[in-house]
């Protein structure tokens, strides 16, 4: 803040007319880019920061810090009339509130390290083996520049029992130790019926009534018990709400639905032969992926300034159409159409005064569809979870943790093979949706602390008094953060802006918002053509997708 | 690997596999006639390493091989290290083109064998095959191979078959080497192995998992069968039961009518031969019975004797031994009561087909009575004729003292199992119902049947008891209806299971017992056992049934009398109305000798052009019997009879006096005739006097 005039020198941006200007680079932002560019669009992407991915970035610890507790711009101007031009001043909110951070190791290992960690802004995060996110960096020709590594092992949360492996295979099934002998007998009859139901050459289906009627009833149907019900509903089909709730249940499953939540979990167990489970997590963390999108993006011709904030929108002064932004150097770029990302909000109108200037246009662009709360929280440990496994996802039921939980919880942690921290470290990623912030943050605090040992600071005596104590020793959280996001849906309009990070453990909803946004901004163009990429190098597997083994 | 469904051949395949035969035929003619010229040049040599590498299954190049390697080796200065590793690496190749290939695996068992390679390579080689195709049994057979090779502990390698399985449970091979890896451990009571139960009981956990996870897949099932059977079975061989039983009493009637002194059991047609046959029924074959593994202590007893294994082929084991005592010389005294003590296994040298020596060392006494009687020579032998109307039989209410004849399950010969089997099979039996309540599946059904039998056998060595079997009946009935393509097979457990309770004791015996009542006999009717309309597929518990003389068979769905051979002292038997399709189903009646009256009307003899049952059977009569041709020749002589050759293995030794054989495809006049000049001594056939 104490040379806020110019800390770098801003380039001369030359064209200055554009089909299409993107502010932000996550990863909706990114695919649409990478789209656009596809299909032959002249395209200026922007990102205000230094680094690519926006919300989906993954940066360093201090970098990770100063972002997540940066302020927000202050609405410095009104609209004012320069020109042909209204001039209206863009609000960039912070990407997240209520951060809480802390340094709780006091040797210096985490801050010399610093670099060393690439920590996810959107997690926990991965891919399934066999879900669209994979279709689609093959298809677009992204998955040529990263590179992933199987996730082991997927656990869930038993209230009584701590963590249990998944059973989410035959194999799984076979090995599990938990589960009683009819227990296996009941879930690998249901994954039977599911696979039964989805095999176009059997006759046996399941009926159409039962398909709409909720998943969690049509478990009941089956006579199945509630600790399968359980595993099936937020280990294996990974629904947040408490399905048996049904005042709390937001988002109540339906049974056919559910059956493709499970065909497509089934259908990622195995699909690479490295990939041991279900989920994939890219080499150097996720901000990688919007990067590949980029990387595309530019290969095809787009544009690419970093740094370069955006400050005000220019619309008409006649029509009050969208004409073109103002640069942080100055510079007026003019394009068709713009996308900001969900950091980005109009001034209400209320506060614009232009004369004769249609306030409803305004209005709208203010306007943002907000669809509840995620909570989010990131530990950094000396030690796994579990012995011997490096990397894996646990979903914590709900109810699982106490009995008002009516969320359930996802985690994942990431360890040193995937690149993203020092040997000997690892990454737990927490998230959950909630309605407020102290909800939320209850929700994470006790998930924590089933897994691990949150010191209380300052209080180097209570850590060796866990640890004396407890037969098998709880990870000690070294460093930690929670954070809370909005859930702000994407819109298309006059200004069109991306969604932000969701509360799912895959990209897929975001992805389907992105090729939506997409479709409407271009409804005569193919989402990716299929194009042969001839100057592509081709020494993946058979799936296009480079899986480090 | 598997289940892939095979893809029809496109036109450019064809083209190609065209090109490929072409190839291959000029490559098999060169091969060939370096092979027959016995050359072993360089070139020569190339020639069938190519044609191997195309073709592995070409058995005769791997053969070619090894007379290459052996002419190589006879050079003088050779080089075995670098002969046989060209070898080793020739089936590499060949593998890598089809690892499926018995030559192959087999060229390199036979280097290996030689001793001059290092084995260290062959774990990786095998590894790498059985990561592409962990249920190739190929793989797994040398595996066990090099392992033995490498002295590779049974512990490693049945953590790699757990390995294995946990990764896919679907694999017979990766089960079937942990049951044999297992019984060597077990064997040998290495550590941690031992004892046996707690052993048994950590596998029948371990395999319940793959069966309750996926009760379809019978990869699991084959596994806990054999888990079953280490269960219950005991490794040494056991006496079953005896005739004459232990502490029963054989009363002889001594006949001093005009034939002289015939003898015969009461309550029986035995033996104008004189001789009073011991037998000896074992719960597996064995070897070694003789004078003194087996020692009889009697005054009946004047000269050496000779054990005569009861088998269909030649072989010197088998279940059931026999002995002949010869009384017909002997001045035997009336009412005198004789004392015969028969000692089994007190020295060593009774041993299974498996190599396990006899348990428990057992006795079996009886007493022999004499009793003089005169009956009414009848005018000539011939006019007695045994008819099987209902008529003729009485029920019998209850038996009487001189029934004693009749014995049952002659349990307190086997010795008990521990209660560990029992909690054990009975543990079986609830998770099994527990899983068939949440999935009906035929082979859960198939387990628990077989599980309750064990159960009723297990038990009834304590109380007698078999209570289950009513529910093992009623699940081959099921079954049969759920799984018809193996509804013979479910047909044959339930006729043995019959059998089995209807022989369990001589009160279940009774409905089953009658008198035959001869209007020429003056004394009391014997005992005849009728087991008609029961719909019997397959004779079992005969080791509950050697009293038996007179027995009635028809009326079932009979193919093969197999065991029925032990029945020593049976003379009439009745076979009408059942399903016998050849005469080499009648084979074990050539064992027996006392059989006067056989009655094979309405079967199937002759009906099928060709006896598939030859093929079938454990002891082809054809191959083990010389074939009295001279006899044969002079007897059909004029007809043209060579059809009938099997019929004449079977009667040809025969003593019938009767015999019924209408009813059958081939049972025309010219097999009659031949019938009457291959059986002399028959009165009777097909209900007509031969005159």
């Given at each position: 803040m ?16 554009f089909d299409?200007i993107?502010?932000g680079?996550?990863l909706?932002?990114?695919?649409i880019?990478a ?8 395209i200026?992407?922007?990102?205000p920061?230094?680094?690519?991915g926006?919300?989906?970035a993954?940066?360093?610890l201090?970098?990770?810090?100063s972002?997540l507790t940066?302020?927000?711009?202050a ?6 009339t320069d020109s042909d031009d209204?001039?209206c001043?863009?609000i960039r ?6 951060a809480e ?8 290992f985490?801050r010399e390290?610093?670099r060393?960690?690439?920590?996810d802004?959107?997690?926990?995060r ?9 279709d689609?960096l093959?298809k677009s020709g992204?998955a040529?520049y ?10 869930v949360?038993?209230?009584n029992g701590?963590l249990?492996n998944?059973p989410d295979?035959?194999?799984?099934i076979?090995r ?6 009819r227990?296996k ?5 249901f ?6 139901h989805?095999d176009?050459?059997?006759e046996e289906?399941?009926?159409d009534?039962?398909?709409e009627?909720?998943?969690v009833?049509f478990?009941e149907?089956?006579k ?14 990974m629904?947040?709400y408490?399905q048996?709730n ?5 988002d109540l499953?339906k ?5 493709d ?7 990622s167990?195995g699909?690479?032969p ?9 080499i150097y963390?996720?901000g ?12 095809k011709?787009c544009?690419?300034?970093l ?5 005000s929108l220019?619309?008409d ?6 004409k073109g932004v103002?640069l942080?150097?100055g510079q ?17 109108p209320?506060y614009?005064s232009?004369?004769?200037f249609?306030?409803?246009?305004l209005?709208i662009l203010?306007q943002?569809?907000?669809k509840?709360m995620?909570a989010?929280g ?7 979870i ?5 990397n894996?996802?646990?979903v914590?039921?709900?109810r699982s ?5 009516v969320?359930s919880?996802?985690a ?6 995937l690149?993203v921290?020092p040997a000997g470290?690892?990454i737990l990623?927490f998230?959950?949706?909630c ?6 943050k209850?929700l ?8 691990l040992?949150?010191?209380?600071s300052?209080?180097?005596e209570s850590i060796l008094?866990v ?5 098998d020793i ?8 929670f954070?809370?996001?909005?859930l702000?849906?994407s819109?298309?309009?006059l200004i069109?802006?991306t969604?932000?990070p969701d ?5 897929n909803?975001l992805?389907?918002a992105?090729e ?8 005569n ?11 592509d190098?081709?020494d993946e597997d058979?799936n296009g997708?480079t899986?480090?083994? | 690997?598997?289940?892939?469904p095979r893809?029809?051949?496109?036109e450019?395949?064809?083209a190609?596999?065209?090109a490929?035969?072409e190839?291959?035929?000029?490559l098999?003619a060169?091969?060939?006639?370096n092979?027959?010229?016995?050359t072993?040049?360089?070139e ?5 390493t190519?044609?191997l590498e195309?073709?592995?299954e070409c058995?005769t190049?791997w053969?070619y091989r090894?007379?290459a ?6 050079n003088s200065?050779p080089d075995?290290?670098?002969?046989f590793?060209d070898?080793l690496k020739?089936v590499?190749?060949?593998l890598r083109?089809?690892f499926?290939s018995?030559g192959?695996?087999?060229h390199?068992k ?7 390679s290092?084995i260290?390579?062959e ?6 095959f059985q990561k592409?195709?962990?249920r190739n049994?190929?793989?797994w057979n040398?595996r ?7 002295k590779?502990s049974d512990?490693d ?10 990764a896919?449970?679907?694999n017979?091979?990766?089960?079937h ?5 297992l019984?060597?451990l077990l ?5 941690g ?6 052993v048994?009981e950590?596998e029948?956990e371990?395999v ?8 379809d897949?019978q990869?699991?099932?084959f ?6 059977d ?9 006496l079953?039961s005896?005739w004459?039983s ?6 002889l009637i001594?006949d ?5 002194c ?8 035995l033996?104008?031969t004189g001789?009073?046959?011991?037998i000896?029924?074992?719960n597996q074959?064995v070897e070694?019975?003789?004078t003194s ?7 009946l007893?004047?000269e050496?004797l000779v054990?005569?294994p009861?088998s ?20 035997l005294?009336?009412?005198?009561t004789y ?10 040298g009774?041993?299974s087909?498996n190599?396990n020596h006899?348990?428990?060392p057992?006795q079996?006494s ?10 009414e020579?009848?005018e000539?032998?011939?006019?007695k004729?045994?008819t099987?109307?209902?008529t ?6 209850h038996f ?13 010969l086997?010795p008990?199992t ?8 009975v543990e079986?039996i609830t998770?099994f119902?527990?899983?068939l309540?949440e999935y ?9 049947a077989?599980l309750?039998?064990?159960?009723d ?8 008891r078999?209570?289950?079997t009513e529910?093992?009946l009623?699940?081959?009935i099921d079954?049969?209806k759920?799984d018809p393509t193996h509804?013979?097979?479910?047909k ?7 059998l ?5 004791t ?7 017992c009658?008198y035959?009542?001869d209007a020429?006999?003056t004394i ?5 056992l009728r087991?008609?309309?029961?719909s019997l ?5 005969i080791e509950n049934?050697l009293w038996?003389?007179m027995l009635d068979l028809?009326h079932n769905?009979l193919r093969s009398i197999?065991g029925?051979?032990?029945m020593q002292l049976l003379?009439c038997l009745?076979?009408?109305h ?6 080499t189903?009648?084979g074990?009646l ?7 009256v ?7 003899l ?8 030859r093929?079938l ?5 054809v191959?083990t019997?010389?074939?009295a041709w001279?006899r ?14 099997e019929?004449?293995?079977i009667?040809?030794?025969l003593?019938l006096?009767e015999?019924n054989i209408t009813?059958n ?5 010219n097999?009659?005739?031949?019938l009457?000049?291959?059986l002399p001594t028959?009165?009777?056939l ?5 005159s």
């Amino acid at each position: 803040m104490s040379e806020p005039q110019e800390p770098f020198p801003y380039p001369p941006i030359d064209p200055v007319n554009f089909d299409l200007i993107i502010v932000g680079t996550g990863l909706s932002e990114s695919v649409i880019a990478a789209a656009a560019s596809a299909v032959g669009k002249t395209i200026l992407h922007l990102d205000p920061n230094s680094f690519y991915g926006s919300h989906f970035a993954s940066l360093s610890l201090h970098d990770l810090t100063s972002y997540l507790t940066s302020p927000s711009s202050a609405p410095a101007a009104a609209a004012s009339t320069d020109s042909d031009d209204v001039v209206c001043d863009l609000i960039r909110q912070p990407p997240c509130s209520d951060a809480e951070i802390a340094w709780l190791d006091e040797s210096v290992f985490l801050r010399e390290n610093s670099r060393k960690f690439s920590v996810d802004l959107g997690g926990p995060r991965a891919l399934f083996s066999a879900d669209r996110t994979v279709d689609l960096l093959v298809k677009s020709g992204a998955a040529q520049y990263l590179e992933f590594k199987g996730i082991d092992e997927s656990f869930v949360y038993e209230a009584n029992g701590g963590l249990a492996n998944v059973p989410d295979s035959r194999g799984a099934i076979f090995r599990d130790k938990k589960l009683s002998l009819r227990e296996k007998n009941q879930l690998m009859r249901f994954f039977k019926l599911v696979q039964q139901h989805l095999d176009d050459a059997q006759e046996e289906k399941i009926s159409d009534e039962d398909l709409e009627i909720p998943f969690v009833s049509f478990l009941e149907k089956m006579k199945l018990p509630p600790k399968i019900k359980s595993i099936l509903l937020y280990a294996i089909a990974m629904v947040d709400y408490d399905q048996d709730n049904n005042e709390a249940c937001k988002d109540l499953l339906k049974t056919k639905d559910g059956i493709d939540c499970l065909a497509q979990y089934s259908s990622s167990v195995g699909r690479f032969p490295n990939a041991p489970g279900a989920l994939l997590y890219p080499i150097y963390g996720e901000g990688e992926l919007p990067q590949a999108f980029c990387r595309r993006a530019a290969v095809k011709g787009c544009i690419y300034v970093l740094r370069m904030p955006v400050i005000s929108l220019l619309m008409d002064k006649v029509n009050g159409l969208y004409k073109g932004v103002r640069l942080a150097s100055g510079q007026d770029v003019y394009s068709h159409q713009l996308i900001l990302d969900p950091s980005f909000t109009i001034p209400s109108p209320l506060y614009l005064s232009p004369r004769d200037f249609p306030r409803e246009r305004l209005q709208i662009l203010s306007q943002r569809d907000i669809k509840g709360m995620v909570a989010r929280g990131i530990c950094i440990t000396r030690s796994s979870i579990k012995p011997d496994v490096s990397n894996c996802s646990v979903v914590f039921p709900p109810r699982s943790l106490y009995p008002e939980q009516v969320t359930s919880i996802k985690a994942l942690q990431i360890g040193s093979n995937l690149a993203v921290c020092p040997a000997g470290t690892f990454i737990l990623y927490f998230s959950t949706l909630c309605n407020d912030a102290d909800e939320g943050k209850k929700l994470l605090k006790s998930a924590m602390n089933a897994l691990l040992t949150l010191p209380v600071s300052g209080n180097s005596e209570s850590i060796l008094s866990v640890q004396s104590d407890s037969e098998d020793i709880k990870p000690i959280v070294l460093w930690s953060a929670f954070y809370i996001q909005k859930l702000i849906m994407s819109k298309f309009e006059l200004i069109s802006s991306t969604p932000t990070p969701d509360g799912n453990l895959n990209y897929n909803d975001l992805l389907g918002a992105t090729e939506k946004l997409f479709g409407q901004m271009y409804p005569n163009e193919e989402f990716f053509p299929k194009a042969t990429s001839p100057e592509d190098p081709t020494d993946e597997d058979d799936n296009g997708l480079t899986l480090d083994s | 690997m598997h289940g892939r469904p095979r893809k029809a051949l496109q036109e450019e395949d064809a083209a190609a596999s065209a090109a490929k035969a072409e190839k291959l035929r000029s490559l098999q003619a060169q091969f060939l006639a370096n092979h027959h010229n016995r050359t072993y040049s360089k070139e020569a040599l190339d020639v069938s390493t190519k044609l191997l590498e195309v073709n592995p299954e070409c058995y005769t190049a791997w053969n070619y091989r090894k007379l290459a390697v052996q002419h190589l080796l006879s050079n003088s200065d050779p080089d075995p290290h670098s002969i046989f590793h060209d070898e080793l690496k020739l089936v590499e190749s060949a593998l890598r083109k089809n690892f499926k290939s018995y030559g192959a695996w087999h060229h390199r068992k036979w280097v290996l064998s030689k001793g001059h390679s290092s084995i260290d390579n062959e774990m990786r080689l095998l590894n790498g095959f059985q990561k592409a195709d962990p249920r190739n049994f190929h793989a797994w057979n040398y595996r066990r191979f090099v392992a033995e090779l490498m002295k590779r502990s049974d512990e490693d390698e049945l953590k790699y078959t757990e390995e294995v399985i946990g990764a896919n449970f679907s694999n017979y091979s990766a089960w079937h080497n942990r049951s044999v890896l297992l019984s060597n451990l077990l064997k040998r009571k290495a550590e941690g192995y031992f004892p046996k139960e707690k052993v048994l009981e950590e596998e029948f956990e371990h395999v319940h998992n793959a069966i309750f996870t996926d009760p379809d897949d019978q990869s699991g099932w084959f596994y806990h069968l054999w888990l079953i059977d280490q269960t219950v079975k005991t490794d040494a061989p056991l006496l079953v039961s005896s005739w004459p039983s232990h502490r029963s009493n054989i009363t002889l009637i001594m006949d001093n009518g005009l034939h002289g002194c015939g003898l015969s059991l009461l309550n029986g047609t035995l033996s104008d031969t004189g001789t009073l046959p011991i037998i000896l029924y074992f719960n597996q074959a064995v070897e070694g019975i003789n004078t003194s593994t087996v020692t009889i202590e009697s005054e009946l007893l004047k000269e050496e004797l000779v054990w005569k294994p009861l088998s269909m082929n030649k072989s010197n084991t088998a279940h059931v031994w026999v002995v002949y005592l010869n009384l017909g010389n002997m001045e035997l005294q009336p009412s005198k009561t004789y004392y015969v003590e028969i000692n089994i296994g007190h020295s060593k040298g009774i041993v299974s087909s498996n190599g396990n020596h006899y348990g428990a060392p057992s006795q079996i006494s009886f007493k022999v009575v004499v009793q003089t009687a005169y009956t009414e020579p009848t005018e000539g032998h011939g006019g007695k004729r045994t008819t099987w109307k209902d008529t003729n039989f009485q029920k019998i209410d209850h038996f009487q003292e001189s029934d004693s004849i009749v014995t049952a399950d002659q349990n307190d010969l086997i010795p008990t199992t521990s209660n560990w089997c029992t909690e054990e099979i009975v543990e079986e039996i609830t998770k099994f119902r527990d899983l068939l309540s949440e999935y009906d599946c035929k082979i859960g059904k198939l387990t628990l049947a077989r599980l309750l039998t064990a159960l009723d056998m297990l038990s009834s060595q304590h109380d007698g008891r078999k209570s289950n079997t009513e529910e093992v009946l009623q699940l081959y009935i099921d079954l049969m209806k759920l799984d018809p393509t193996h509804s013979l097979y479910y047909k044959d457990e339930h006729s043995l299971i019959s059998l089995n309770w209807i022989t369990s004791t001589r009160d279940s015996l009774l409905p089953y017992c009658h008198y035959y009542e001869d209007a020429t006999e003056t004394i009391t009717g014997y005992v005849c056992l009728r087991l008609q309309n029961l719909s019997l597929s397959r004779m079992g518990s005969i080791e509950n049934l050697l009293w038996v003389q007179m027995l009635d068979l028809s009326h079932n769905e009979l193919r093969s009398i197999e065991g029925l051979e032990a029945m020593q002292l049976l003379s009439c038997l009745n076979l009408s109305h059942n399903k016998f399709g050849s005469f080499t189903a009648l084979g074990p009646l050539r064992l027996l000798k006392s059989l006067k009256v056989l009655n094979i009307s309405y079967n199937e003899l002759g009906f099928h052009s060709i006896d598939t049952t030859r093929y079938l059977s454990s002891s082809p009569v054809v191959h083990t019997e010389e074939f009295a041709w001279d006899r044969f020749e002079i007897l059909t002589g004029s007809i043209n009879a060579t059809k009938f050759w099997e019929a004449f293995l079977i009667f040809g030794s025969l003593a019938l006096t009767e015999l019924n054989i209408t009813g059958n495809a081939v049972a025309d006049e010219n097999f009659r005739s031949f019938l009457v000049k291959v059986l002399p001594t028959l009165k009777w056939l097909d209900d007509e006097e031969i005159s």
